[in-house]
């Protein structure tokens, strides 16, 4: 079986998530499918030493990667950052029973959502709705009155991303499913920060959440599901259940991968590469125009639009032609996104740029 084959087809993904990984992550993946100590790792038992070996490994790299200080504890869950809407609600709810959120787009707006769900008062203080979500609101004022304050720090869908994060000696809690590992954080300011792993960390499956211990079992609500609460999964070490071998496994080749490469301060200043060199055709290109606010862009989703959108067809076939994927914007609005993910190489935002450069002289 020859899976080098692979890298010949020379496509660019730009997909929003699931995602492209490094080359090398997907060829040890491949391998281990086959013979992961004797056994595929389809098949190997979570309870396994080699497998618990493979899981500690995978915490031990998220705490190295992003320096979680002494206090903090990682795990791995399943139900994506849309059961993570539900567990941080669950488990940050306290006497208040109300909590601040800011709405940046349809991911915040399902946060929000589903804490009203489980019952919490939610005030939203914060939200760019009013302008289709193309800015990051700035100036509002946190409430004092509330449990937690919870934001979603990289809107993934509109391409725009908190530059500062909220100011507050509140619990903080922020869904960084698309941005995180792709620049430094200071995870102290958090009380729990959670990711589902497709968008930068692995394959779908596993969500990563990294909470503060100081706020696990004190949860005030009366309705705890077991695999809710994260005091359970913290201390059962990310195996109360069956977790996502697999997608614990890859992320964990991909953390591997990351740290091998300078860690996330190297892949930080790739990303801004990466992000100024497309921002700038974007900027300079007249046939096309940003989508959100200049100062709000995302490093990860870079959403733009063409100035004459009678044009989309002859677009749509040249980046097609150049092997590049996954560019067309959210179905919810419409547009191109091209996610520029940590595994992304420049050249493919070259490739990009190119086409678009081409596309302007015709
Ligand atoms: C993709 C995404 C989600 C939803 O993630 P699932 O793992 O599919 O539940 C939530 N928040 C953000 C910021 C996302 O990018």
């Known amino acids: 079986m020859n899976f080098e084959s692979n890298n010949t087809t020379m496509k660019h993904n730009f997909g929003a998530g699931p995602c492209i990984l490094p080359q090398e992550v997907f060829q040890q993946a491949a391998n281990a499918v086959l013979d992961f100590n004797g056994l595929s790792i389809l098949e190997v038992s979570h309870r396994h030493k080699d497998f618990v070996a493979v899981m500690d490994e995978a915490i031990d790299l998220v705490k190295k990667a992003l320096n979680v200080p002494e206090g903090y504890s990682v795990a791995f869950l399943q139900g994506g950052a849309s059961l993570g809407f539900t567990i941080v609600a669950l488990n940050m709810m306290r006497d208040k029973k109300k909590a601040g959120y800011i709405n940046t787009g349809t991911w915040a707006s399902g ?8 019952g919490i ?7 760019s709705e009013d302008k289709n979500f193309t800015y990051i609101p700035k100036g509002y004022t946190i409430p004092t009155d509330v449990d937690y304050i919870h934001f979603t720090s990289n809107n993934t869908i509109y391409g725009t991303q908190f530059k500062e994060f909220p100011k507050t000696d509140l619990p903080l809690v922020c869904d960084m499913s698309s941005d995180i590992f792709s620049k430094e954080i200071n995870v102290a300011d958090f009380d729990i920060i959670y990711a589902g792993a497709q968008k930068n960390l692995g ?16 949860s005030s609500s009366t309705f705890m599901p077991t695999y809710l609460d994260l005091k359970q999964h913290v201390e059962k070490e990310s195996m109360l259940n069956t977790p996502p071998v697999f997608s614990v496994y890859v992320a964990m080749l991909n953390l591997r991968n990351l740290l091998a490469n300078g860690g996330v301060k190297a892949m930080e200043q790739r990303n801004n590469e990466k992000a100024a060199l497309l921002y700038k055709e974007i900027d300079e290109n007249p046939a096309f125009k940003g989508a959100v606010e200049v100062e709000d862009r995302s490093n990860m989703n870079v959403t733009f639009l063409l100035t004459d959108e009678d044009r989309t067809a002859e677009f749509d076939a040249m980046w097609k032609e150049a092997g590049i994927v996954g560019l067309p914007g959210h179905r919810s609005v419409g547009g191109y996104r091209a996610s520029i993910y940590n595994a992304l190489p420049i ?16």
């Not at 394959?203 to 004190?218: F, R, S």
């Not at 070259?350 to 596309?359: C, E, K, P, S, W």
Request: glycine content about 4%; overall charge negative.
């Open 111 to 118: 946060a929000i959502k589903e804490a009203k769900k489980v």
């Open 347 to 362: 050249e493919s935002v070259q490739v990009l740029v190119d086409v678009m450069r081409t596309f302007n002289q015709h």
């Open 121 to 127: 008062d939610v005030d939203v203080f914060a939200s």
């Open 203 to 218: 394959p779908a499956g596993a969500t990563l959440y990294i909470v503060k211990d100081e706020i696990l079992g004190k």
